[in-house]
């Protein structure tokens, strides 16, 4: 399957319907000669471009639309973003390091979908982690999704949002018999979309048979990056990335902010180490934008957003797929 993007290389694409067409927000990979490590320093993003398409097959590329500069808080890393739209408006929500070389997350606005869009001079009060991912109901209540571990930085937030403890950095996370992971955030955005209306909460994500929180040693299933929300035939859908297991996953609810119960694999591993990706339906299709590293040669941190169409069973779930 070829990329759909192929002059630059992008990865963690996030797809919107906006006007009749798919938006996609992905983060902008470039060349860089920082060594791998399980930090993710080498994922050196400095800014972002969006793409537009009517038949994913000519794509748009609407050129860039917020770099590191155009930030007043942010240092580097101008990892996977997403977009929303309400009042008129459009809205960025990217993670940067700030200048103490802690993620937050910044909202930057747009009056249309293909931006250019204007970062506000402070990031989301509250804020931290990595892969923020907006999804207004269908009440126009909007939420804001969020975390990643590792390099993402969740697991430094073991004593409270506010607290971040320096001793976590790096590849950890819980761990130990009957010892629950942990959980990805989300909070309810205010009105104007520019902050978090109360403080973000854990969410739950339940292993079907026991009912409890899957735990943190359960690493094909728990919750490493990458969050996602979409709603089918009044469920909400949360999905994820399992991270160094490299599977796609799903849970399902019935409210936005959970509690989910663990439905399955959406995507087996791809080439490359990370996975992540969107789900949107056009047209009557459910599509899933994901990346891989075949177009660079299996280079990690060189990754190309893709497109293939998904499909549920008579039951709600998801059909798990290959990337092929």
């Keep these: 399957m070829p990329p759909l993007i192929t002059s630059i290389y992008t990865a963690d694409p996030s797809a919107h319907v906006f006007n009749d067409k798919i938006y996609i927000y992905p983060s902008h990979d470039r060349e860089t000669d920082i060594a791998f490590n399980d930090n993710g320093d080498q994922y050196d993003m400095a800014d972002y471009h969006v793409f537009s398409t009517s038949d994913l097959k000519e794509v748009t590329d609407h050129g860039v639309v917020l770099k590191t500069e155009d930030v007043p808080w942010a240092s580097k890393q ?53 892969d923020p991912a ?27 949002d506010d607290q971040y ?13 009957g010892v629950a992971a942990q959980g990805p955030r989300a909070a ?15 969410l739950l994500i339940l292993d079907p048979e026991t009912k409890k929180p899957i735990l943190g040693d359960d690493h094909a299933r728990r919750f490493f990056e990458a969050a996602w929300m979409h709603k089918h035939n009044g469920k909400y859908y949360f999905s994820y990335s399992t991270g160094d297991t490299h599977f796609l996953c799903y849970a399902v609810g019935d409210s936005p902010m959970g509690p989910f119960t663990y439905g399955g694999k959406i995507l087996e ?3 490359g180490w990370t996975t ?24 990690d941190h060189l990754r190309s957003v893709k497109a293939k169409e998904i499909f549920y069973d008579d039951k709600g779930g998801i059909i798990t797929t290959k990337a092929d």
């Design 78 to 130: 101008l990892w996977a973003p997403d977009a929303a739209h309400k009042h008129g408006k459009y809205y960025l929500y990217f993670p940067a390091r700030d200048k103490e070389g802690i993620f937050r997350i910044g909202v930057a606005v747009g009056d249309k979908p293909e931006g250019p869009f204007t970062a506000d001079p402070e990031p989301i009060k509250g804020s931290y982690s990595i």
């Design 134 to 160: 907006s999804f207004v109901d269908d009440d126009g209540q909007a939420y804001l999704y969020f975390g990643g571990l590792w390099g993402g930085q969740l697991q430094c937030y073991q004593k409270g």
């Design 165 to 177: 403890d320096p001793e976590w950095q790096g590849p950890k996370e819980v761990s130990g018999e």
């Design 188 to 202: 309810k955005l205010t009105d104007d979309m520019h902050q978090f209306e109360s403080p973000a909460q854990e």
């Design 269 to 271: 591993p791809v080439l």
């Design 276 to 299: 992540h990706h969107s789900i949107v339906e056009y047209k009557g299709r459910t599509y899933l934008f994901f990346h891989d590293c075949e177009l660079s040669g299996g280079v």
